[in-house]
């Protein structure tokens, strides 16, 4: 019985792709891995460098609110009942009316939520329009805050 040349090419090929090791560079150093990680768990990648949320008191959720939306004069101040007011100036970028969603979220003095978020407003701005939009915290908990934009749906 004579093997065609392909089917002994494909079985060569397919034997040597599964046994293969593939190297992860990690700091500088090629680690070789056969199976999963070896030795041990791996630190996050890019812990820093996606993290506007706990940084900014502005975030744009999607690519097309990053594109037309910009906010300025964002400020805070505490309530008389201990509640923390947010309000900020919210600008459209661009030379037609557009229709985006805003949420604030509240944190506490440590930036974690204190699960106190609005729910996501429908806010319809003018072409090169501003509005203004505020937000009051439901209790004393929140110290800090991060205004989150997204287009709507």
């Not at 199976?35 to 506007?52: F, L, S, V």
């Not at 706990?54 to 201990?82: C, K, P, Y």
């Not at 440590?110 to 209790?139: C, H, K, M, Y």
């Amino acid at each position: 019985m004579k093997i065609h040349p392909l089917v002994i090419t494909f079985a060569v090929v397919t034997a040597t792709v599964g046994c293969s090791r593939t190297a992860e560079k990690i700091g500088g150093a090629s680690r070789a891995l056969s199976t999963g990680q070896a030795g041990g768990a791996y630190p996050a990648r890019n812990p820093g460098k996606y993290d506007n949320e706990n940084r900014e008191h502005f975030v744009a959720m999607n690519f097309r609110a990053q594109r037309s939306v910009t906010a300025t004069g964002i400020t805070s101040r505490t309530l008389d009942d201990g509640r923390l007011e947010v309000a900020g100036n919210l600008r459209n970028r661009l030379d037609r009316e557009i229709q985006v969603e805003v949420q604030c979220v509240f944190k506490d003095q440590a930036g974690f939520s204190t699960g106190d978020e609005t729910p996501w407003q429908l806010l319809f701005l003018t072409e090169n329009g501003q509005e203004t939009v505020r937000f009051a915290s439901i209790n004393e908990n929140a110290k800090d805050f991060t205004i989150r934009v997204r287009q709507a749906r």
